[in-house]
């Protein structure tokens, strides 16, 4: 965002941006490719605002403050251009008189829910910058889904300072990035804090909590405070915030409920419940390709022939998955099984990711995902308000005839600071339960996606999985690799324990209905310049041979490829010779 400079202690600035396309950009961004083209940013015209904005309500520490004024609308799209998403973020700052600014202290992880503030004890004494920023995702390409993003900009600086907390007041504080439902199936959370709102002439401010009937104890530096595991039952986390003036006490009750158990896949006449198979009737790992850069899936023929396409669950019509399914070579099976690809990461390039459109309500988004910015982390905490989403997702993957569904991003407490909220493996299983459930209550089997540290309870709910660069960036392919190690406080055993972590732990697992055990598919990429080509002279795990020897080869190995970043199709080297 172009930083506005301001002129004496009030000012208004409005500012248009437009993204260029990055170096070596594709059409659509994918978690492992490029981001996405923007052609026609020139012609496109950006977001159009009416009104003055206004910054309203008490300019003091503690005090509300909101963003009004302004209403926005996209701008007139040429003939044949589609609006994919629209929408409005807000970005507070605290500055000096000349213009020097900084974040403004309790500044929330969700942008587009941050039309109202609250002023910190770091901004008294300065004046409040708010930016209000529209977004218009547009497509300009059908045939290659290439899209442009334009956005306008608005800031306004107040014209008074944020005054101090009133003197003889007692400090408060409250939650902040969210707090779970009130009723969870997670077992374990954290709990964000604003800093307390004071007045220095009260002396310095103490913040203790407790959960349940646990003694009290200092709030963490951080000001994020974990709960442990919880049993289930009602529950209870309270935040005292004291000075010389007195004390508040902030709390939240809650429920931990128990987790639904696992749900059969039914089946759906005329289609039957399909289970991916680990070996294939040759008895080696099912070959599979995946092209999610791709409008129209890209057919594999003769030895390079796949049993499973994993493509995208938007972009793929009802036709195309028809075509698979009946018209193409499959590798082993009479034709070839459809898998479709689903981000549960908020992307804004979709069409439903307008944030008060009724899918991705602007309070479950967080922090952007590392190198995508057209893609944020949503809290999976709050799961009523993300159903409408998944089962609208779900249902459309079964009304276009997939046989199974991937969810992507599904690994958020790996760390619990990752998306803003502080999660933890316990939110990720209370939203990932239903999700599965979901999808095998649409006739549907699913797949699991990176997140080892949990595959010991996801191949309960999954039918399979599939897992990026585990060879060359040490994530351990294998649950032997991550024997004895902890994280998040999950203690990874062996194959045989409790809780082994790694992608064996589904090529093992058989099941009445996946007798040789569960499929897992293994990505590796050319940009990581780690596995060679097939052919190229490499030594030790860089040769292809090695590689397949090691991930391929072994009894519980995996359906592993070499692809290209973009998962555009240009690269398809499958294990074991490339061909």
Same mark, same amino acid.
Request: a positive charge; one cysteine or more.
């Given at each position: ?158 014209? $008074? ?194 944030? $008060? ?106 039918? $399979? ?28 055993? $062996? ?85």
């Amino acid at each position: 965002m172009a930083k506005v400079a301001f002129i004496g202690a009030s000012a208004l600035a409005v500012t248009l941006l437009s993204a260029g396309p990055p170096a070596g950009a594709g059409t659509m961004p994918v978690r492992t490719g490029a981001t996405p083209a923007r052609a026609g940013a020139v012609r496109l015209p950006p977001p159009r605002h009416q009104g003055t904005l206004r910054v309203t309500g008490a300019l003091r520490d503690g005090g509300t403050v909101r963003a009004a004024g302004l209403s926005w609308r996209p701008g007139a799209l040429p003939p044949g251009d589609r609006l994919l998403s629209f929408e409005v973020g807000y970005y507070w700052s605290a500055c000096t008189a000349a213009g020097q600014c900084q974040r403004a202290a309790d500044t929330t992880a969700t942008p587009f829910a941050a039309r109202r503030y609250v002023a910190g004890h770091a901004d008294t004494g300065r004046f409040l910058t708010l930016t209000e920023t529209a977004a218009e995702v547009v497509e300009t390409s059908p045939a290659t889904f290439s899209f442009s993003v334009k956005r306008a900009s608005v800031s306004r600086m107040t014209s $008074g300072k944020v005054r101090a907390y009133r003197a003889g007041r007692p400090p408060s504080s409250q939650f902040v990035n969210g707090t779970p439902e009130r009723r969870t199936a997670s077992a374990e959370e954290y709990f964000s804090l604003a800093a307390p709102h004071y007045n220095a002439a009260d002396g310095p401010v103490t913040q203790r909590y407790r959960v349940d009937r646990r003694p009290w104890r200092p709030l963490p530096a951080s000001r994020v405070l974990y709960t442990g595991a919880l049993r289930t039952g009602p529950h209870r986390v309270a935040v005292r915030t004291a000075d010389a003036a007195g004390a508040t006490t902030a709390r939240f009750t809650w429920r931990v409920v128990p987790l639904p158990a696992p749900l059969p896949c039914r089946a759906r006449a005329p289609r039957h419940c399909w289970y991916p198979p680990h070996l294939d009737s040759r008895g080696h790992p099912m070959r599979w390709d995946w092209q999610i850069g791709r409008v129209t899936p890209l057919q594999r023929t003769g030895k390079r022939a796949v049993d499973i396409y994993d493509i995208d669950g938007f972009l793929t019509t009802p036709a195309q998955v028809r075509a698979i399914h009946t018209r193409w070579q499959a590798a082993t099976l009479p034709h070839p099984k459809t898998v479709c690809y689903l981000d549960m990461a908020w992307e804004d390039y979709r069409p439903d990711a307008s944030p $008060g459109a009724g899918y991705f309500p602007a309070a479950t988004l967080g922090n952007v995902y590392f190198g995508f910015p057209q893609e944020r982390w949503v809290d999976f905490r709050q799961l009523d308000a993300l159903k409408p989403m998944l089962n609208e997702r779900i249902r459309r993957c079964a009304a276009k005839g997939f046989d199974a569904v991937e969810l992507d991003d599904i690994d958020s407490f790996a760390p619990p600071s990752t998306t803003g909220f502080h999660l933890t493996p316990g939110d990720a299983q209370n939203f990932l339960a239903y999700a599965f459930n979901q999808i095998h209550r649409y006739g549907m089997t699913g797949l699991w996606k990176n997140s080892p540290l949990l595959s010991w309870w996801g191949r309960r709910y999954a039918d $399979g999985a599939v897992v990026e660069e585990c060879y060359p960036h040490h994530e351990a392919c294998f649950a032997g690799e991550l024997r004895g190690s902890s994280h998040y406080g999950i203690t990874c055993t $062996g194959l045989a324990g409790r809780t082994p972590c790694g992608w064996n732990d589904f090529t093992t697992d058989t099941t009445r209905a996946q007798p040789n055990g569960k499929w897992v598919g293994e990505a590796e990429y050319g940009a990581d310049h780690y596995v060679c080509n097939p052919g190229q002279p490499c030594q030790g795990k860089r040769s292809f041979a090695t590689f397949c020897r090691l991930v391929w080869g072994p009894p519980g190995g995996f359906s592993a490829i070499k692809f290209d970043v973009n998962l555009d199709g240009k690269v398809f080297y499958p294990c074991p010779r490339g061909t």
